[in-house]
C-alpha cells in the first residue's frame, strides 16, 4: 500500500468520525480530555493534513472541501434539539483545517524537493575528482 493510499483511506475515514462527533447527540461525544476548541483545532487540521497528502496535486479542491465540511457539519448541528451551531465553532474548525492543508502541501512539497535533491547527489556520488 503507498503513502497517499494510506493517507487517503484515514482520511476518509477521519472524516466520517468527525461527522459522527459533530452530529451524534451530546452525551454520545466522544471526548478526549482536552479543551474543546483543541479538540476541534486538531481533528480538523489532521483532516486537512491527510487530505492534502492524499490529494496532493488538488490544493484548492482539498481546501474548499475541508471548509465546506467544517461549516457544512456545523450548521447541520442546528438540525438536532441538543447541539447548536456557532460562529466561534466554525472559525475554529476551518482555521485548523486550512493549517492542515497548507501543512500537508508544505510536507508534500518538501518531500518532493528533497527527493529531487537526494537524487542529485546519489547521481554526482557515482563520480570522482
Same mark, same amino acid.
Given at each position: 500500500?503507498?503513502?497517499?493510499?494510506?493517507?487517503?483511506? @484515514?482520511?476518509?475515514? @477521519?472524516?466520517?468520525?468527525?461527522?459522527?462527533? &459533530?452530529? #451524534? *447527540?451530546?452525551?454520545?461525544? *466522544? +471526548?478526549?480530555?482536552?479543551?474543546?476548541?483543541?479538540? =476541534?483545532?486538531?481533528?480538523?487540521?489532521?483532516?486537512?493534513?491527510?487530505?492534502? &497528502?492524499?490529494? *496532493? +496535486?488538488?490544493?484548492?479542491?482539498?481546501?474548499?472541501?475541508?471548509?465546506? &465540511?467544517?461549516?457544512?457539519?456545523?450548521? @447541520? $448541528?442546528?438540525? #438536532?434539539?441538543?447541539?447548536?451551531? =456557532?460562529?466561534?465553532?466554525?472559525?475554529?474548525?476551518?482555521?485548523?483545517?486550512?493549517?492542515?492543508?497548507?501543512?500537508?502541501?508544505?510536507? &508534500?512539497?518538501?518531500? /518532493? =524537493?528533497?527527493? /529531487?535533491?537526494?537524487?542529485?547527489?546519489? $547521481?554526482?556520488?557515482?563520480?570522482?575528482?
Amino acid at each position: 500500500m503507498n503513502f497517499k493510499l494510506a493517507a487517503s483511506i @484515514l482520511a476518509w475515514l @477521519l472524516l466520517g468520525l468527525i461527522a459522527y462527533s &459533530t452530529l #451524534s *447527540p451530546l452525551d454520545m461525544r *466522544p +471526548r478526549m480530555g482536552a479543551w474543546v476548541h483543541v479538540e =476541534r483545532f486538531g481533528a480538523f487540521g489532521l483532516l486537512g493534513l491527510l487530505f492534502a &497528502t492524499a490529494y *496532493p +496535486r488538488r490544493f484548492l479542491l482539498v481546501l474548499a472541501v475541508v471548509m465546506a &465540511t467544517a461549516i457544512g457539519l456545523e450548521l @447541520l $448541528q442546528m438540525l #438536532s434539539t441538543d447541539r447548536h451551531a =456557532r460562529l466561534v465553532d466554525i472559525a475554529v474548525k476551518a482555521i485548523g483545517g486550512a493549517c492542515g492543508v497548507v501543512a500537508g502541501w508544505f510536507v &508534500t512539497y518538501s518531500r /518532493h =524537493r528533497f527527493r /529531487h535533491a537526494m537524487a542529485w547527489v546519489n $547521481q554526482n556520488a557515482n563520480y570522482r575528482r
